[in-house]
């Protein structure tokens, strides 16, 4: 997951968080130990439930972050499988969304990426274990316009 992205927007929709909140978090996403000062805190933000869940925050990210994510991951990698855009894509998308529409929205971003934007092709024969690579590295950086 592009952790970028996600602290941006964490940021942008919690512009009151302090550097405490933000650690305290962490600790919570870790399973550590926090104070009840910070569980309070975190309570009052609205960034845990009482029983010390992470609320479901899930960051607005637009399809062109999206794809952006894709197109990164597939440039660190050299490729990405179906399966790894999913394990990139879907902790972003809320739980709240049935599963077919998560997983019809990575299929859209992803159709996207391959057939309107050009940017990418699947190298293996099947839909269903697709592998994904750049078609031209020139294109990631935006000197070809993506779509949205």
């Known amino acids: 997951m592009d952790q970028l992205i ?12 302090r ?16 104070t009840d000062i910070e569980m309070n805190r975190l309570q009052e933000i609205k960034l845990i439930d009482s029983d010390l869940k992470i609320r479901g925050y899930y960051p607005k990210i637009s399809f062109r972050e999206y794809k952006q994510m894709i197109l990164n991951m597939i440039t660190q990698k050299g490729s990405a499988t179906r399966e790894d855009i999913v394990n990139l894509i879907m902790p972003t998308l809320s739980p709240d969304i049935p599963i077919e529409k998560r997983q019809r929205k990575i299929s ?28 031209n590295n020139e294109n990631i950086n935006g000197s070809k316009k993506m779509k949205k």
């Open 6 to 17: 996600i602290k941006r927007t964490l940021l942008k929709t919690h512009p009151d968080l």
């Open 19 to 34: 550097l405490e909140d933000v650690i305290a978090l962490d600790k919570v996403q870790k399973n550590q130990k926090i």
């Open 108 to 135: 859209n971003i992803t159709a996207e990426l391959a057939y309107e934007d050009k940017l990418i092709e699947n190298i293996s024969k099947s839909t269903k274990a697709s592998v994904w690579v750049l078609i």
